[in-house]
């Protein structure tokens, strides 16, 4: 009564079956999913003697395993289709990565002296895939991870010194050979390992521990170099922990990083240091000749001799560009200057290289001295250096530097091909110099000069840092149409970008290629000191708009900031137009509700441009306290409208940063807070039209202009005065303010007078105000 299926093929090993049967079932048609218990072929039945029917031409009739014959367990089921597929997938990748670990185990003796910072017959894998993890970690740019490759990296030196002493052990016992050793042919750790952990502090902006770390690499060397050489062995095996040239680079790099005058000193002294032991080192060998002794003049001033154990490296030109980096890094005045006398420094460093190479006394020195020579990298930090001097005379220097760089690099020298960060700097050098519109005219003339590089597509592309530095230098030359020549200059640049991204979009760009929001507030900065004073907060609202179009249309670096916004404020807070103030205001709220919409703490309002309002509604002048009475004295051309207009405004704002639980939910606890100092100005001047409106006259006391607007009764002033008075009374008493005397002594001059001091106001975490 069993439902007899077609049988599976036969297995790989030898059956006693017939043609028929071979030729039936043999080929890859006849393998399917079988469900239910397994159906064994009769071949393997004739074979292993288990019986059964005979089939058509004397094959024996399959027949299925019960779960008796089997033990009790279930029969086995036939794997599928797709898991026999899964099967081949994973032996395949076992096979791949069997092959791939032999083929990573294989050495490499081609090789041997590039990777792994010694020299030896196999590749040391555990150490590079060491420096690896190290890089890794390096790349992070964070503490933690500088933390953790400084820790892994003296572990393992730890961990390879107790190796090599147990293998010592054994040996003076008599167990040593070739199985027990092995530990001192195999480095723990090389100047690749050093140095990135050197860059992992460097990138996280801990320059103090990167030096550090390389005076702990300068004594290591140092010391375990007097031991062998006392031994009477070779110094080349201290190569592991010996600083290179990038050691030092990197350390002065992370000077350079840390900016200011600190930085650019500490990175200076360790230059110092390299040059004083590389004349030492060139002393010893006898030959100081060709300007030696100057040279080791100026590196050992601030240097003493001890400081220099360890240093078997002569400076480059990396080491001097880094140092002038950092100087230009540092907002010096006089960092044009240290450049300069820098560079005079390398020469003379390189005129000793010389001499000592053609007397031979240093062996491993360049024979032309090519790593001395300058490049376009030192000269571009160069001219950046004078660009932080803001003086005609160090901007004529950086053009003139430029002019070099540009004359050796058509005489053939590649490696004085001038880059845009180099015109960038000479643009800004003049746009700094103060010198007026011949500034603005010849950071132009470079700017054009630049960009009629036809033939490099990197000169002639656009480049947003130079047009905003021209975008400057015409904001601070006095130019009466200096904002249209600003804009002149961005609507160039703007039309080119524009050509550029059309198919593409921006994001194909560079951001380097693209208009961004800080030449926009170059533009309007210009156009706030041109002349034409009643358009300048129009010109800043459409071009505000116009960055708005740009961010919508994908240049992300369009995207208005609180400090272009807050340049829009204060261009209609300052301009003599009818009806400015209201305009800032409406600018103060449109910058508010974008943040309220957006949440980003980028378009934030500060108290700043709070007060920015409401001092334009209150048309203030001036305001100070008086010596004599001790009351705070504002100064004002305001009438009655502006005042309660401004008390308004507080009120807002006010508003805005207090609970409410009416609708079951609070502010955030970033929202903007209203000032004290904001509130007693209004309060003064409250107080002075009150004063003014009693006695009958139309302006306060001691200022000439219009007061209390013309067309409004007396009754009605007093009344509108009486309840902007009164809404700041609640809100000095909300902030708990009362208990400032200046407070109350300013609501009781603007007519509020409290019987018994109000109770202080407790906020949500527990303290006043």
Not at 91 to 117: L, M, Q, T, Y
Not at 393 to 411: V, W
Not at 614 to 623: C, E, I, Y
Request: with cysteine; aromatic share 4%; hydrophobic share 35%.
């Amino acid at each position: 009564g069993r439902t007899v299926v077609p049988p599976p093929p036969p297995p790989r090993r030898s059956v006693a079956a017939s043609g028929a049967f071979s030729s039936s079932f043999s080929s890859s048609s006849c393998r399917r999913r079988i469900s239910g218990p397994l159906v064994l072929c009769a071949a393997e039945s004739v074979e292993e003697g288990a019986g059964g029917g005979v089939g058509v031409g004397g094959v024996s009739a399959p027949r299925t395993v019960s779960t008796r014959e089997n033990g009790g367990a279930p029969p086995p089921q036939t794997p599928s289709r797709r898991r026999r597929r899964q099967q081949q997938h994973q032996r395949r990748g076992r096979n791949r990565r069997s092959a791939v670990a032999a083929k990573n185990r294989r050495p490499k003796s081609s090789v041997d002296g590039a990777i792994g910072g010694y020299s030896g017959s196999e590749r040391d894998w555990d150490l590079i895939r060491f420096n690896m993890e190290l890089d890794r970690l390096a790349r992070r740019g964070r503490v933690e991870g500088a933390e953790r490759a400084e820790r892994m990296l003296f572990d393992r030196i730890r961990d390879f010194a107790a190796t090599d002493d147990a293998d010592d052990d054994d040996d003076d016992d008599g167990k040593g050979g070739a199985e027990g050793g092995g530990g001192a042919d195999v480095a723990a750790a090389d100047v690749i390992s050093f140095n990135s952990v050197l860059n992992a502090w460097a990138r996280c902006g801990c320059a103090d521990r990167a030096a550090a770390l390389l005076s702990r690499m300068e004594y290591l060397s140092s010391t375990l170099s007097a031991s062998i050489e006392d031994g009477g062995s070779s110094v080349e095996p201290l190569l592991p922990f010996r600083p290179s040239h990038v050691s030092y680079a990197t350390v002065i790099d992370s000077w350079a990083r840390r900016g200011g005058r600190e930085g650019a000193r500490e990175a200076e002294t360790l230059l110092r240091r390299v040059e004083y032991a590389y004349s030492r080192s060139l002393e010893r060998g006898g030959s100081h000749s060709g300007g030696g002794e100057q040279v080791e003049a100026e590196a050992k001033a601030n240097v003493e001799a001890e400081d220099v154990a360890g240093i078997v490296v002569r400076p480059n030109v990396r080491m001097y560009a880094s140092v002038i980096n950092a100087l230009a890094k540092s907002r010096w005045s006089g960092a044009g200057r240290k450049a300069d006398a820098l560079m005079a420094r390398m020469e003379r460093t390189r005129d000793l290289t010389l001499n000592a190479t053609a007397l031979g006394a240093s062996a491993d020195a360049a024979p032309t001295g090519e790593d001395l020579l300058p490049n376009a990298v030192l000269l571009t930090a160069a001219v950046d250096c004078h660009a932080q001097s803001r003086s005609r005379i160090s901007a004529l220097r950086a053009e003139q530097i430029l002019r070099s760089t540009k004359d050796a690099y058509q005489a053939g020298n590649r490696d004085m091909k001038p880059t845009p960060v180099t015109y960038a700097a000479a643009i800004n050098a003049w746009a700094n110099s103060g010198a007026g519109i011949e500034a603005a005219e010849r950071a132009e003339s470079l700017l054009d000069e630049m960009e009629g590089h036809t033939e490099d597509p990197v000169l002639s592309r656009p480049n947003v840092v130079a047009t905003t530095n021209v975008c400057k230098a015409w904001a601070r030359s006095g130019h009466p149409e200096c904002g249209n020549r600003a804009e002149a200059t961005y609507r160039r640049m703007a039309e080119r970008s524009s050509g550029l991204a059309k198919y593409d979009g921006w994001a194909s760009l560079e951001r380097s290629s693209r208009p961004n929001a800080v030449l926009l507030m170059a533009v309007i900065d210009a156009h706030a000191k041109s002349a034409d004073q009643l358009a300048a907060p129009r010109h800043a609202e459409r071009l505000l708009a116009e960055m708005d179009e740009a961010f919508a249309d994908g240049n992300r670096d369009m995207k208005p900031d609180a400090v272009v916004l807050s340049t829009v404020v204060n261009a209609w807070a300052r301009s003599p137009e009818a009806g400015a103030a209201d305009r800032a205001e409406g600018a103060l709220r449109d910058m508010h509700g974008r943040w309220s919409q957006m949440g980003d703490e980028y378009l934030r309002p500060s108290v700043g441009d709070i007060r920015t309002v409401v001092k334009a509604h209150l048309n203030v002048t001036d305001s100070n306290l008086d010596n004599e009475t001790g009351d705070r004295v504002v100064h004002s051309a305001a009438g009655v409208e502006g005042a309660t207009k401004a008390a308004a405004v507080l009120k807002w704002i006010h508003r805005l940063s207090t609970p409410m639980p009416e609708k079951g939910r609070c502010r955030p606890s970033n929202a903007i807070r209203p000032d004290k100092g904001i509130a007693l100005d209004i309060l003064a001047v409250l107080a002075s039209l009150r004063e003014a409106n009693r006695r009958g006259k139309d302006s306060p006391p001691g200022v000439g202009g219009v007061g209390a607007g013309a067309g409004d009764s007396d009754a009605d002033d007093t009344a509108s005065l009486k309840r902007a008075a009164t809404d700041l009374s609640a809100i000095c008493e909300e902030r708990g303010w009362l208990g400032d005397a200046l407070v109350a002594a300013s609501l009781d001059r603007a007519g509020i007078t409290f019987v018994s001091p109000p109770a202080p106001h407790f906020g949500r975490n527990g303290h006043s105000g």
